[in-house]
């Protein structure tokens, strides 16, 4: 099932039928552990609708939750990330990063700072080299479950995160940093590692950047991110989590004002985001 949020209601949509309700509290009705299981028991006392469509401008599918992220968790990361830092003397820290046992896990954004579907994310002033990286996102319960998945838009200045890898908080969290969306998806399942996640960048009206990587190519396991994240931090809301990005366009190509950005994982959704300063 998918569930979309529209102001304050949620649409959920389950074998091709849309049920809708006001929800006042998002926090806790995402924090559920076996949440599968409660909302197809719910939505039997829900409202069905014809109106919704999954094309319209939708809120970011999230409470007060925060958003952290992976990096370096598949090779096509570690060698942008090496690259770009070089010049630093950075370049070993993300191989040796890749290789290791711990991960690197980083704070990201809050719901103030994000965006959903057709919404307007930000490229720095301050940087001039800068890309969306497409990342399967986790939504986990406080008990540290994972209980659906989404699209999220790690926007990234690859300018300021190559010039010093301690500038990496500057380079990743900033003002319309992250978007999330169309819905989350939650399965009883795990999600396929056969999974597909496309990347399309648009500008004037043609395609200037596609790419496209599967889930089973990440060297790391969804909950061991998981596991790592909880290990000195409680989350009362739960939280959610974007798992790293094997697509990253070249080192020539920067976004520019005015791109478009559509991320797509295969049976959750596309993403759509526009580039604003």
Request: glycine letters at 8%; a negative charge; proline letters at 3%.
């Given at each position: 099932m998918k569930i979309?949020?529209?102001?304050?209601?949620?649409?959920?949509?389950?074998?091709?039928?849309?049920?809708?309700?006001?929800?006042?509290?998002?926090?806790?009705?995402?924090?559920?552990?076996?949440?599968?299981?409660?909302?197809?028991?719910?939505?039997?006392?829900?409202?069905?609708?014809t109106n919704f469509d999954d094309k319209n401008t939708l809120d970011i599918p999230m409470g007060t939750q925060e958003i952290w992220a992976s990096g370096v968790t598949y090779m096509r990361s570690k060698e942008a990330r090496m690259e770009e830092s070089k010049d630093a003397g950075g370049g070993t820290f993300y191989d040796r990063v890749y290789d290791?046992?711990?991960?690197?896990?980083?704070?990201?954004?809050?719901?103030?700072?994000?965006?959903?579907?057709?919404?307007t994310v930000r490229i720095r002033k301050d940087s001039n080299w800068n890309v969306p990286e497409p990342e399967l996102t986790?939504?986990?319960?406080?008990?540290?479950?994972?209980?659906?998945?989404?699209?999220g838009n790690d926007m990234s200045s690859r300018s300021i995160e190559g010039e010093n890898p301690l500038y990496l908080p500057q380079a990743k969290t900033y003002e319309g940093c992250a978007a999330l969306g169309p819905c989350i998806y939650v399965t009883k399942e795990?999600?396929?590692?056969?999974?597909?996640?496309?990347?399309?960048?648009?500008?004037?009206?043609?395609?200037?950047?596609?790419?496209?990587?599967?889930l089973s190519t990440m060297k790391?396991?969804?909950?061991?991110?998981?596991?790592?994240?909880?290990?000195?931090?409680?989350?009362?809301?739960?939280?959610?989590?974007?798992?790293?990005?094997?697509?990253?366009?070249?080192?020539?190509?920067?976004?520019?004002?005015?791109?478009?950005?559509?991320?797509?994982?295969?049976?959750?959704?596309?993403?759509?985001?526009f580039v604003g300063s």
């Open positions: 979309y949020k529209t102001a304050n209601e949620a649409v959920i949509v389950h074998d091709d039928i849309s049920y809708k309700k006001q929800i006042s509290d998002w926090d806790h009705f995402l924090n559920r552990v076996n949440l599968y299981d409660v909302l197809l028991n719910e939505i039997k006392d829900w409202e069905q609708t290791a046992e711990r991960p690197e896990l980083f704070f990201k954004s809050t719901t103030a700072r994000s965006v959903g579907h057709l919404g986790l939504l986990i319960s406080s008990a540290g479950t994972i209980e659906g998945y989404t699209v795990v999600i396929d590692p056969c999974t597909i996640i496309t990347l399309d960048i648009h500008r004037n009206g043609s395609t200037v950047f596609s790419g496209e990587v599967a790391r396991k969804h909950q061991d991110l998981v596991d790592y994240l909880f290990r000195e931090c409680n989350f009362p809301q739960g939280c959610f989590l974007m798992t790293g990005t094997g697509i990253i366009p070249p080192d020539d190509f920067t976004l520019a004002v005015g791109d478009e950005t559509r991320i797509s994982i295969e049976g959750i959704g596309t993403l759509v985001n």
